[in-house]
């Protein structure tokens, strides 16, 4: 008999348990919070798309502990423009240039969620491989009447210039949040920094995000 009570109450605590691993897919949403300070340049203006989003998916493993990654999509335009002279005695030219870029960000990061009910706040933390790719224009225009920018020595009239590029944005990633679960939906808001390092500077970023995992 006191075999049969120890054998039920094994089988309990073993239900109640978290399994071994848990697949969750999902997608997170979210919209960025600062302007990294690198990109704040005198002749130019930087201007990030409004929202940043993508597929992610998450292994959990027992005692809080899970692996997410995530493909994460966001853009951002630039835009720049000062005069400059050839010449003493000719009419500045107006130099103007464009950049829009696409990025897709891959973050890989351990998470931890401490256990307090159904809410439960996390940390995490990894590293983000990135891949950017971007179209860049600039224009020459003249100030005054066509042929009064340009010196005797210039033959002809400078021209713009139209260039398609790809580059790699990588760096470090930690967020911290709050998990709200429910039957079949954890809801999962946090705010998240990320430290990219494109053409030999780091930009700091922080990012608001609103993740949405599927499962029991």
Request: hydrophobic share 30%; proline share 9%; net charge positive.
């Amino acid at each position: 008999m006191r075999f049969l009570l120890l054998l039920a109450t094994a089988a309990d605590l073993a239900a109640q348990s978290e399994p071994v691993l848990s697949i969750r897919p999902g997608f997170k949403i979210g919209a960025p919070i600062n302007n990294p300070p690198s990109r704040n340049q005198i002749y130019s203006s930087y201007e990030q798309g409004r929202w940043t989003g993508g597929p992610t998916i998450e292994a959990r493993f027992p005692h809080g502990f899970a692996v997410a990654f995530e493909a994460l999509f966001r853009n951002y335009q630039e835009r720049g423009g000062f005069p400059f002279q050839l010449g003493s005695n000719v009419n500045p030219y107006l130099f103007q240039t464009f950049k829009k870029a696409n990025v897709w960000d891959f973050p890989l990061q351990l998470k931890y969620r401490f256990r307090l009910g159904p809410v439960r706040p996390f940390v995490s933390g990894g590293y983000q491989w990135g891949r950017e790719s971007s179209e860049s224009s600039s224009l020459y225009s003249c100030s005054g009447p066509q042929g009064s920018c340009r010196p005797p020595e210039y033959p002809t009239e400078i021209r713009g210039s139209f260039t398609r590029q790809t580059s790699s944005r990588n760096g470090l990633v930690a967020g911290a949040g709050i998990e709200f679960r429910t039957r079949y939906v954890t809801i999962a808001p946090e705010v998240r920094f990320t430290r990219p390092r494109p053409d030999g500077s780091r930009e700091n970023r922080v990012t608001g995000l609103v993740g949405f995992t599927f499962g029991k």
